[in-house]
């Protein structure tokens, strides 16, 4: 089975600018979630989708969002870049059946200039 | 507000030393409690994983142990070895997977 797929790898932009990230689950988990990843934070919430539904979402401005499309793909979206928003963003899938266990993808490098 | 909090933020434990990672939470809803490894240009992978009804939980070299009283829990790894350094991420969650909290990280350096 193929992992989780996250594109693009890197990419760098500009304050004001805006970016929209993609993943590609595991095939057969419903479940998406995203985290943001930088050093000394850890990994922070973003949302969470299952079924094209949003179910959780975390603290961060709206200028973060997020949808899910009926194959399970996802892709998350920041507006108006800030400099803080440079950082890794992590992807994972789940299968809601099994014990809890989150599967990563490799994350997309963010760096805002 | 951090609801799981790690220690230490950085680790150097010499080849075939025991390394051991702190992290304590405050929601008592949590119920399920996993640790992940991270190595450099990869994401996260699950290492071990606990639930509150037992006090430890072993897997090869690596041993979680939960003190619910205290609301802490802790990852021993016996024997480090190179491979193992990396930077490990202690996480909480209720109901699974589902808006997992995660812990500020560890950087774990096993040196020869």
């Known amino acids: 089975k193929a992992g989780v797929t996250q594109t693009p790898r890197y990419l760098i932009k500009t304050r004001g600018q805006q970016v929209t990230l993609s993943c590609s689950p595991i095939s057969g988990h419903r479940s998406v979630s995203w985290y943001q990843q930088t050093p000394g934070q850890g990994l922070q919430f973003l949302f969470e989708?299952?079924?094209?539904?949003?179910?959780n979402k975390g603290n961060f401005p709206g200028r973060f969002s997020g949808r899910q499309f009926s194959n399970s793909r996802s892709e998350m979206n920041v507006s108006t870049l800030e400099l803080g928003d440079s950082a890794l963003y992590l992807c994972a899938s789940f299968d809601s059946s099994n014990t809890g266990e989150l599967f990563f993808g490799e994350g997309s490098r963010l760096t805002v200039l | 507000q951090q609801q799981v909090k790690q220690s230490p933020q950085s680790l150097i434990v010499q080849k075939g030393g025991i390394s051991i990672i702190n992290c304590a939470y405050e929601n008592t809803a949590f119920d399920y409690f996993p640790w992940y490894q991270q190595f450099p240009g990869k994401g996260p992978a699950l290492l071990i994983a606990?639930?509150?009804?037992?006090s430890e939980k072993k897997e090869g070299r690596f041993t979680i142990s939960f003190n619910k009283s205290a609301k802490q829990f802790s990852l021993h790894i016996m024997d480090s070895q190179p491979g193992d350094s990396a930077t490990y991420f202690c996480?909480?969650?209720?109901?699974?997977?589902?808006?997992?909290?995660f812990g500020t990280g560890t950087k774990l350096q096993v040196i020869p």
């Open positions: 989708y299952f079924s094209e539904t949003q179910r």
């Open positions: 606990i639930r509150p009804d037992v």
């Open positions: 996480a909480a969650s209720m109901g699974g997977y589902q808006k997992v909290t």
